[in-house]
């Protein structure tokens, strides 16, 4: 509606204004400070006060089914109309396919036979006219019917493979699966949702998601939608992975038996008139000979190493310097007894202050080295070992005699690593 200015325009008091004096009596004209009146004859009365008699928007009322109706059945809807002044009435109907019969009268009667699943949720509406206004009223079918199904497509990739489907259905169906033609057990990793909902309708749209298929789920997956008044069936092919391991190293090489393209000359062989003309293919017992080969040498390589760890591990016991550590608790038993390494028994345990000066007449500080020092190089022949002292982070440590060191003194104790 667009907003219009009326002035210095009187109206005749007469049933064509009564749609106006409801507007006003309903505050629907927005007329602000303005005044409404009508000519009766000769006098100009107002709008709002002015009795407008036998003037009436119409009432429609449809009597509606009271039972749920079937696909197949037939129905009468019939649509009653009251108005004064008379009214035109007409059914507004959903685009459903053919038209459908329509008696008008004061009783407009809709007749329908062979109720259509098309009809199911639809909205009939009964409309009527007159010079005051317009009214209509509207009925809604109930009609139940076996699953249909609408749609269903190849899978596609998605966060999870769906193969989607559509189904109508009334009353809403159940939905089963087969997969190469048995019942599919649905889980966490498969199963049914159902994404989005009509409104006012009894369509699903819904997915068979399957979570990481493989090979393993590659076939014919089957839409088994079911009621109480049938069920339908539509199968579709999926294809999610190829199967990795269609080879198998038992058989025949693939294409082996085929002649190839450029045959090579064979010669016949001794004890035989025909030679093969076929290509090499790999038998059972020459796949056994070659697991049998590469057994044996694994099991070769696994002795000689067990061997070479035992003789490295004998090898590595033994000192670096090939001294036997008997033959060094032998030698130079007084300096042993200076050191305090053994206890000949005989002799009573010396003090503390006589040990501390044998200690002491055998050991010398450690010389700081500076740039101009003077570092004898040491031979190896002017060093005897005399005792195992240890084993540190980097090796044994042995007590040895050191000749030629230092001028004053012709052998003197170090440790050596």
Not at 23 to 49: D, F, I, Y
Request: proline fraction near 9%.
């Amino acid at each position: 509606l667009h907003p219009s200015i009326l002035e210095g325009n009187p109206f005749n008091c007469s049933c064509g204004l009564r749609w106006l004096q409801l507007w006003q009596k309903g505050n629907q004209a927005e007329l602000g400070n303005q005044s409404l009146g009508c000519w009766e004859g000769s006098v100009l009365v107002p709008l709002s006060s002015h009795p407008l008699r036998a003037c009436e928007p119409p009432t429609v009322r449809i009597d509606a089914p009271g039972v749920v109706l079937r696909q197949g059945d037939s129905v009468n809807l019939t649509c009653h109309i009251t108005a004064q002044p008379p009214a035109t009435g007409e059914w507004v109907l959903p685009e459903v396919g053919p038209e459908l019969p329509v008696r008008s009268a004061w009783e407009i009667v809709l007749e329908i036979s062979n109720v259509s699943s098309s009809l199911n949720h639809k909205d009939l509406t009964c409309r009527a006219e007159n010079v005051v206004g317009l009214a209509e009223d509207s009925v809604m079918l109930n009609v139940t019917f076996p699953p249909v199904i609408l749609l269903l497509n190849e899978a596609i990739s998605q966060h999870f493979w769906c193969i989607p489907f559509s189904v109508d259905s009334n009353p809403a169906p159940s939905i089963r699966w087969l997969f190469n033609g048995s019942v599919l057990a649905e889980g966490p990793y498969i199963h049914t949702r159902i994404v989005e909902y009509e409104h006012n309708s009894t369509v699903l749209h819904g997915c068979l998601e399957l979570n990481h298929p493989t090979h393993v789920n590659n076939g014919n997956y089957t839409l088994l939608p079911c009621n109480p008044l049938g069920c339908a069936a539509r199968s579709v092919q999926g294809r999610f992975m190829e199967n990795p391991f269609s080879f198998s190293p038992e058989e025949p090489i693939p294409g082996a038996g085929d002649p190839p393209a450029h045959p090579a000359p064979s010669f016949p062989t001794p004890g035989t008139r025909n030679s093969s003309q076929e290509g090499p293919v790999e038998t059972t017992d020459d796949h056994t000979f070659g697991v049998s080969v590469a057994v044996a040498l694994a099991v070769l390589a696994s002795l000689f190493l067990s061997i070479m760890l035992v003789v490295l591990s004998k090898c590595g016991r033994r000192s670096k310097f090939g001294i036997n550590r008997s033959a060094v608790l032998a030698q130079e038993d007084d300096l042993a007894m200076s050191l305090h390494f053994m206890n000949l028994g005989s002799s009573p345990p010396p003090s503390a202050e006589s040990k501390l000066d044998g200690l002491k007449s055998n050991f010398i500080e450690n010389p700081q080295y500076f740039c101009n020092a003077c570092v004898h190089h040491v031979q190896r022949r002017d060093i005897v070992l005399k005792w195992e002292l240890g084993e540190g982070a980097f090796g044994k440590v042995f007590l040895a005699e050191c000749y030629n060191l230092l001028p004053e003194q012709e052998k003197m104790l170090v440790a050596v690593k």
